[in-house]
T-cell receptor, first 111, second 111 residues
């Protein structure tokens, strides 16, 4: 069964600290993996997209990694800011174009 | 802003009411989507339209009725809803590929 699991469910960190969010998937055949950021009361916004051959991709303070062998991805946030408080959703695209969405990790950055 | 707008942003309705959600995309995309986002559940794809034609209906109850008059506009007509239909309804658009550009959503409460 195609699934995407994210951990932790929620996370609280202090402003300025780093954190790493995890995404494990069982989607096959795999096409690509995308991380979205969803602010409260808003729709998700794409942060990064990674295909099978890509190991890492950065977008400012956000760095995503992908290990296609172990079917794991992580999103690392460096020097967190209050505006990073949001839900981070991992989405895996199968080769039949179907999107499998994770539940998301809720991140709170406190001053 | 992502170029996808939704109105209204909040809606409270009784189970016997009829209401409509509106979505407009200014990105020139040819596909539009309705998603439902409930607490503790991944995003659920409801309907897909490509070039105004419905190409996907994921077993959505008939009390939800989509309409796509052109490639830029998408409606979701609601009637005789149930309290469990309370959720955030997200509209999205895309061109080629799995990326989705989401609107801010309509927060629906059914009393």
């Amino acid at each position: 069964k195609n699934q995407v699991e994210q951990s932790p469910q929620s996370l609280i960190i202090l402003e300025g600290k780093n954190c790493t969010l995890q995404c494990n998937y069982t989607v096959s055949p795999f096409s690509n993996l995308r991380w979205y950021k969803q602010d409260t009361g808003r729709g998700p916004v794409s942060l990064t997209i990674m295909t099978f051959s890509e190991n890492t991709k950065s977008n400012g303070r956000y760095t995503a990694t992908l290990d296609a062998d172990t079917k794991q991805s992580s999103l690392h946030i460096t020097a967190s800011q209050l505006s990073d408080s949001a839900s981070y959703i991992c989405v895996v695209s199968a080769q039949n174009r179907k999107l499998i969405w994770g539940l998301g990790t809720s991140l709170a950055v406190n001053p | 802003e992502t170029g996808v707008t939704q109105t209204p942003r909040h809606l409270v309705m009784g189970m016997t009411n009829k209401k409509s959600l509106k979505c407009e995309q200014h990105l020139g995309h040819n596909a539009m989507y309705w998603y439902k986002q409930s607490a503790k559940k991944p995003l659920e794809l409801m309907f897909v339209y490509n070039f105004k034609e419905q190409t996907e209906n994921n077993s959505v109850p008939s009390r939800f009725s989509p309409e796509c008059p052109n490639s830029s506009h998408l409606f979701l007509h609601l009637h005789t809803l149930q309290p469990e239909d309370s959720a955030l309804y997200l509209c999205a658009s895309s061109q080629e590929g799995p990326g989705r550009f989401f609107g801010p959503g309509t927060r629906l409460t059914v009393l």
